[in-house]
């Protein structure tokens, strides 16, 4: 599976982005898919994930109410629309993938497959 983010960019504080990322392969609809991102001198952190099924997603406190994570197994594509964004969203967001797990994960080591990342800046 290879995955490719876009959609980052330079926003203003209170502003919104939408993440997208691009999926390749058959068994995408099969797979747990996560957003994570990392800021500089941060280790990188769980954001947003939702299950195969798009029966459940699961959100960190920080972005909870703010970002929504969506997909669209037709296109092979996850989503994640960012609303509200503040200075401490500024980060590489990375896009991520499972098939090891049936339910949402915030555990980097549960995801086997990563895109390359995009980059999401926030002026104040």
């Known amino acids: 599976v290879q995955l490719v983010e876009s959609g980052g960019g330079l926003v203003q504080a209170g502003g919104s982005l939408r993440l997208s990322c691009a999926a390749s392969g058959r068994t995408f609809s099969t797979y747990v898919m996560g957003w994570f991102r990392q800021a500089p001198g941060k280790e990188r952190e769980f954001v947003a994930g939702?299950?195969?099924?798009?029966?459940?997603?699961y959100y960190a406190d920080s972005v909870k109410d703010r970002f929504t994570i969506s997909r669209d197994n037709a296109k092979n594509m996850v989503y994640l629309q960012m609303n509200s964004l503040k200075s401490v969203d500024a980060a590489v967001y990375y896009c991520?993938?499972?098939?090891?797990?049936?339910?949402?994960?915030?555990?980097?080591?549960?995801?086997?497959?990563w895109g390359q990342g995009t980059q999401v800046t926030v002026s104040s």
């Open positions: 939702i299950r195969s099924d798009s029966g459940r997603t």
């Open positions: 991520a993938a499972s098939s090891r797990i049936f339910s949402v994960s915030k555990r980097e080591l549960d995801y086997e497959y």
